[in-house]
């Protein structure tokens, strides 16, 4: 029993590789999304929007082996509804404010030469303490972040 546990301890950094697991490089990122379920369950107070595309990525590469829950951060580009936008440009104050980076699959969607606006009111009464929103008026387009955990 005591040869067990010593070869554990003198094995323990290096038994994931003898094993084949193996530490990733870089998060994991998912494909984008153009569909509304998850955005209406994670802003049920949002209003409503025409177009929505989102991504979800780990914040993190994996280790080997996993140890706790893995943390999330989903963004993506909502257009709003007309009306919507309009309600929240004058309900809420906005300021200018450069939003959290863009990843890569997602720059597509961005408007063209967006003013991005943010307010900490919109942000608490739609996204709550997890959600964190971007607001470009001439478009009603909204770039959001979500960490999840």
């Known amino acids: ?29 998912g494909t984008v ?8 369950e994670l802003f049920p107070a949002l209003g409503a929007f025409t177009e929505v595309h989102w991504q ?8 080997c082996p996993d140890i706790g829950p893995m943390d999330y951060l989903m963004s993506g580009f909502i257009v709003l509804a007309p009306d919507t936008a309009a ?4 309900r809420y104050a906005w300021a200018p404010a450069a939003p959290a980076e863009v990843p890569e699959d997602l720059r597509r969607y961005a408007p063209a030469d967006p003013q991005w ?5 919109f942000d608490g ?15 009603g387009t909204l770039f959001f972040t979500h960490s999840t955990s």
């Open 1 to 29: 029993m005591i040869g067990v546990c010593a070869a554990a301890v003198a094995l323990g950094p290096s038994l994931p590789s003898i094993v084949g697991c193996r530490d990733a490089t870089k998060p994991t990122v």
């Open 33 to 40: 999304i153009d569909r509304p379920q998850r955005v209406k």
């Open 56 to 63: 979800e990525r780990e914040r993190v590469p994996r280790t």
């Open 87 to 90: 309600g929240y440009r004058t």
């Open 117 to 121: 606006t943010a307010s900490p009111a």
């Open 125 to 139: 009464d739609i996204g709550g303490t997890a959600g964190h929103f971007w607001f470009d008026a001439g478009t």
